[in-house]
């Protein structure tokens, strides 16, 4: 049976190639209607609080059943298969060069995954692709990793928040903070309630003390924003921010 942190280590998020199918696969692919364990993925042992056992949480079956399709649709996406020059896009100089560089930059990183690496750029230019790729790379090669689509990330962890009772939530939320690697897709692609920024700067802090391995994707232009959460993101002290330049695959590719 595998541990908590195996299974969270191994939870990889669906993103569809078409944004609008996202919402509709977040809620296929909930948890929340499982009766076995009430949306919360996992089950604990029935002991004593004193047991060895008693600490010990199991993953249900639809946890591991939802691991199982996020496998599949991850293996679309790797290193080898992100073509920084597509034959059927006319990409012009500088948006070959800056794919050419944001390949490079991921195909290093995965080799040696070192410090934090952020990815910023408009949406289809490849950010989640090589974000995806980093991951499996890293998986294959027996690294313990993890995968949060933030959105959704956000969504889990305050639907598990209560004041009354945090038994569901901090788990999570320890799991996601303290990861060895943790890849954050998505990041700063919508309006945040105080609550989430709150969440999302204690993830960034924590990890930035610690200097943990993160990979970061956004929408963000970092060139123009600044707060308490991107300074630490653009410190070029714990990692590198790479901005990819280009135009959308998704839209010119089907042209």
Known sequence: MESLGDIYKNIKLQKSKNSGDLREMKQQSSLSECKICNGIGWLGEDVEIFDPEFSKLNP????NSKIQESIKYFSNFSIKNFNPNPSNINLNVKHKKSLA???EVAKNYAKNPEGW????GSTGVGKTHLAIAIFMNLKAKGHEAMFEFVPDMLDVLRNSYSDDNDENYVPRFN???DAKILILDDFGSE???KWAHEKLYQIITWRYNRRLPTVITSPNDFDKRHDAILSRIQDPLIGQIVKIDSVDYR???KK
Request: net charge positive; charged share 15%.
């Open 175 to 177: 799991l996601i903070k």
């Open 117 to 120: 690496l952020t990815f910023y």
């Open 60 to 63: 249900c079956k639809c946890l």
């Open 101 to 103: 560089q944001a390949y």
């Open 251 to 253: 839209i010119k590719g």
């Open 191 to 193: 309006n945040y309630s």
